[in-house]
C-alpha cells in the first residue's frame, strides 16, 4: 500500500521565499518613496551638457543645430544653482 503524502501550505522553504520577496519589494519600494526627497537635481552645469548633448544626437542641419545650442544656452542663462 502507497502512502501518500499531501504538502499543505508551503512549508519552511517556500515561507522563506515568500519572506524574501517582501523584503525585497518592501526596499524597493522605501527607495522609491524616499529617493527623490535625497536626490539633489542635477547642476545647471550638466544641464546644459545634457542639452547641448542632444542637440548634437537629434539635429543635422547647421541651423537647427545653432538654434538648438542657442536654446540650450537661453535655458543655461536662466539657471540658478541652489545654495547649501
Given at each position: 500500500m502507497r502512502k501518500l503524502?499531501?504538502?499543505?501550505?508551503?512549508?519552511?522553504?517556500?515561507s522563506l521565499i515568500v519572506l524574501a520577496i517582501a523584503v525585497g519589494a518592501g526596499y524597493y519600494a522605501y527607495k522609491y518613496a524616499m529617493e527623490p526627497d535625497t536626490v539633489s537635481a542635477p547642476s545647471c552645469k550638466s544641464q546644459l551638457n545634457s542639452c547641448m548633448a542632444s542637440c548634437r544626437k537629434t539635429t543635422s542641419e547647421a541651423p537647427q543645430a545653432q538654434a538648438c545650442q542657442q536654446d540650450c544656452n537661453n535655458k543655461s542663462a536662466s539657471c540658478v544653482e541652489p545654495r547649501r
Open positions: 503524502q499531501m504538502q499543505r501550505g508551503l512549508g519552511t522553504f517556500g
